[in-house]
C-alpha cells in the first residue's frame, strides 16, 4: 500500500503562484509513476501532469504548459506541483495519484492508471 497526503492548498488572485506537495509513505518502492489531476465543481476529472519517478521525466496537459511545473524528491518521497500564472480556470480541487505500472505520454494521463490517490487539496483562483 502506498499512502498520499496533499498539501499547500489555498486562495489566491488571478496571476499568483502555489506549491502543492504530496507526500508519498509506505511502499513507495513500487511507485513508477506519479500524477496530478484535479476536478472543478460539476466537472469530471482532469489531468494536469506526471512525472517517471524514476527518471524524471514530464508530461503535462496543455492548459497548463509553461506555467505548472510537476518535479519529485526521491529522498523525501514528495512530488510537488508549482503553478505559476494562475487563472481563476485552475479553480479545482487537486490530488495526487501514485501508479505501480510503468507508462508515458498521454498513456499516463488517464486516471485508471493509477492505483493510489490523495484526498486533494483545493486551489481557489479570485479574478
Known amino acids: 500500500q502506498v499512502q498520499l497526503v496533499e498539501s499547500g492548498g489555498g486562495s489566491v488572485q488571478a496571476g499568483g503562484s502555489l506549491r502543492l506537495s504530496c507526500a508519498a509513505s509506505g511502499r513507495t518502492g513500487s511507485i513508477y509513476v506519479m500524477g496530478w489531476f484535479r476536478q472543478a465543481p460539476g466537472k469530471e476529472r482532469e489531468f494536469v501532469a506526471h512525472?517517471?519517478?524514476?527518471?524524471?521525466?514530464?508530461y503535462y496537459a496543455d492548459s497548463v504548459k509553461g506555467r505548472f511545473t510537476i518535479s519529485r524528491d526521491m529522498a523525501k518521497n514528495t512530488l510537488y506541483l508549482q503553478m505559476n500564472s494562475l487563472k481563476p480556470e485552475d479553480t479545482a480541487a487537486y490530488s495526487c495519484?501514485?501508479?505501480?505500472?510503468?507508462?508515458?505520454?498521454?498513456?499516463?494521463?488517464?486516471?485508471?492508471?493509477?492505483?493510489?490517490w490523495g484526498q486533494g487539496t483545493q486551489v481557489t483562483v479570485s479574478s
Open positions: 495519484a501514485a501508479a505501480r505500472t510503468w507508462s508515458l505520454g498521454t498513456a499516463a494521463a488517464s486516471p485508471s492508471l493509477y492505483r493510489y
Open positions: 512525472i517517471s519517478w524514476s527518471s524524471g521525466s514530464t
